[in-house]
């Protein structure tokens, strides 16, 4: 891509963030000469957004803060039919019921990044289920299907995956969703003078094919951007931990999760992500990379990515939490603890059990760690025994409470009447609730 005039495509263009764009020069042109309406679809295939629907949702509020309307579009009807798109298989459909969860659970997650209360640029939320649900087959395959060409829509890269892969083809309800997701475009184009699409590289062949009907239908010059797909420094897929992806929403991926997510990010990585996922400047993203270069230990950026990106999707309120849990763990300081920290800690933020106080009477606390998979070998517990490393709810216990389970897990010394946070050695942290 050439370099734009276009301060926003500028900035876009310097944090890596455009993969392909349609006429560029054209699109520079189109919006600088005044504020434009642009659109992003999310379509729920689960309860809940993921990291890697955040990119797209914060250059949309990039757009809204340059003086531009963004739409978030939820596909309450592509949500029904599966977009194919680099897709190994079939997805699996889900009921009519089930989508229409998910659509208005996604409305309130998207309404957190960009603004319905700003002017002329405030954000819309609209669900392509409006203009779909009343829509029959013939009108359909007249209106919309006689614009798009069979053998341009197969030759598409992501059709062609499918039909190359050995014993998995592609249904025709797949093979329709290009159809109507052109047909959102058309239609936002109508009725709000939507002239831009903007979605991940996998969109390119649906986007373009949307452009194309909107100028059939519409007589429209409409344009089209998409955001590079994330991957790490390593090739592998950003967004997912061995507990599967990091979510949105904190009942699916606590915000102590989410923040020690990004706590962990490689170097390798760290000032890319600051470019893609905070708002700071690049001069500001810049002067922390080379502050840590010249810094001897830890570098500080993947605390203020950690920082940054939390409260973004979590609020301050997240932030406080998610800080105030790390401290606690790091330091051994747990009593600041809340019972909303402990939940979370218990959702995912550490490996656990949940254990009955009748069966402890008798039992060795090195069986007992070893069945949780705390650790591999009793040995590994006497040996902290024997140093008064293993910590209850911050109480160092010795050899001598190996068979002294009940005392150890007295419940007068739980937290909130079942939690025992257990320590062994400096960082081998164990959540038990004991019912």
């Not at 504020?35 to 890697?52: I, Q």
């Not at 989410?258 to 990585?269: C, G, H, R, S, V």
């Not at 950690?306 to 790091?330: M, N, P, Q, Y």
Request: proline share 3%; glycine share 8%.
């Amino acid at each position: 891509m050439s370099d734009s005039q276009n301060p926003l495509l500028k900035d876009l263009q310097s944090r890596q963030l455009i993969a392909q764009t349609t006429a560029v020069e054209e699109l520079d042109a189109h919006l600088s000469e005044q504020p434009r309406v642009l659109y992003c679809g999310f379509d729920p295939t689960a309860d809940s957004l993921h990291l890697g629907h955040l990119v797209p949702l914060l250059v949309l509020k990039r757009f809204q803060q340059a003086g531009h309307k963004p739409i978030a579009l939820v596909g309450g009807a592509t949500g029904l039919i599966g977009d194919p798109s680099f897709k190994a298989a079939e997805r699996q459909l889900n009921t009519p019921d089930v989508v229409a969860g998910w659509v208005e659970k996604i409305k309130g997650q998207v309404s957190q990044f960009i603004d319905f209360d700003c002017g002329e640029s405030s954000a819309i939320v609209a669900n392509n289920l409006d203009w779909t649900s009343n829509l029959n087959v013939l009108d359909f395959l007249r209106d919309i299907g006689k614009h798009f060409a069979v053998n341009a829509m197969i030759n598409k890269e992501s059709v062609q995956q499918r039909l190359n892969r050995e014993g998995a083809g592609i249904s025709f309800t797949e093979f329709s969703y290009a159809l109507l997701q052109g047909m959102d475009f058309a239609e936002l184009n109508r009725r709000y003078d939507c002239t831009l699409q903007i979605g991940g590289s996998d969109q390119w062949g649906n986007i373009v094919g949307g452009i194309d009907l909107a100028r059939r239908q519409n007589k429209s010059r409409t344009f089209g951007l998409t955001v590079p797909l994330i991957t790490k420094f390593d090739g592998t897929k950003f967004g997912k931990t061995e507990g599967g992806a990091i979510w949105l929403d904190p009942a699916k991926t606590s915000q102590y999760a989410f923040y020690q997510f990004w706590m962990n990010t490689a170097d390798a990585d760290v000032y890319r992500f600051l470019k893609f996922f905070t708002f700071m400047s690049m001069e500001e993203i810049d002067a922390i990379e080379k502050a840590d270069a010249e810094r001897q230990g830890r570098p500080e950026a993947q605390q203020i990515l950690a920082r940054e990106a939390t409260r973004l999707v979590h609020g301050d309120e997240g932030l406080k939490a998610a800080e105030r849990i790390s401290e606690a763990l790091f330091s051994g300081d747990i009593t600041q603890l809340s019972e909303t920290d402990m939940e979370q800690l218990k959702q995912d933020g550490l490996p656990g059990a949940t254990i009955e106080r009748a069966g402890l009477e008798g039992q060795a606390m090195t069986q007992l760690f070893a069945e949780v998979g705390m650790v591999k070998s009793g040995k590994q517990v006497k040996d902290a025994l024997g140093n008064k490393a293993v910590f209850f709810n911050g109480e160092a216990r010795g050899a001598a409470d190996n068979m002294n389970l009940p005392e150890c897990f007295a419940a007068e010394k739980s937290m909130y009447g079942r939690f025992f946070l257990v320590k062994l050695g400096k960082k081998n942290h164990f959540l038990f609730e004991v019912v």
